[in-house]
């Protein structure tokens, strides 16, 4: 299973890619200079890791996504989700919203979203 963990350095180099691709590798060290106060090396480095992780791809000096950052955020739930509840997204509902009462909003929104994704979408479907 790919991890889809960034820790908070590789998080905001993560930003600079989702924000200005495609770019040139060229371009990632500049800004990684620029905003991160990095060496070239430690921006290859550093794009290679998240290049193996499944996130980027340096193809002939242009980087661009593989996965977008919605794409990221969601796999990452997936992943803490399997990791912590056993996969159970009920249980991590339960856990997620035990002690405090859900507004009449929220609850609205969750049975939407249920019923879209049993394909029970009166409105969208």
């Known amino acids: 299973m790919t991890e889809y963990k960034l820790g908070v350095v590789e998080s905001r180099f993560a930003d600079i890619v989702w924000n200005n691709e495609p770019l040139t590798s060229g371009e990632l060290v500049k800004l990684c200079a620029q905003e991160l106060e990095w060496k070239k090396s430690t921006t ?6 998240l290049c193996d992780k499944g996130l980027f791809v340096n193809d002939n000096g242009t980087v661009r996504a593989v996965m977008t950052r919605e794409e990221y955020f969601a796999a990452q739930s997936r992943q803490f989700v399997e990791e912590t509840f056993e996969g159970s997204l009920p249980a991590f509902i339960s856990a997620f919203s035990s002690g405090r009462k859900l507004s009449a909003k929220e609850v609205a929104e969750i049975r939407s979203l249920l019923d879209h994704w049993a394909g ?3 409105e969208g479907s």
């Open 120 to 122: 029970g979408d009166k």
């Open 44 to 49: 290859y480095t550093v794009l290679k890791k």
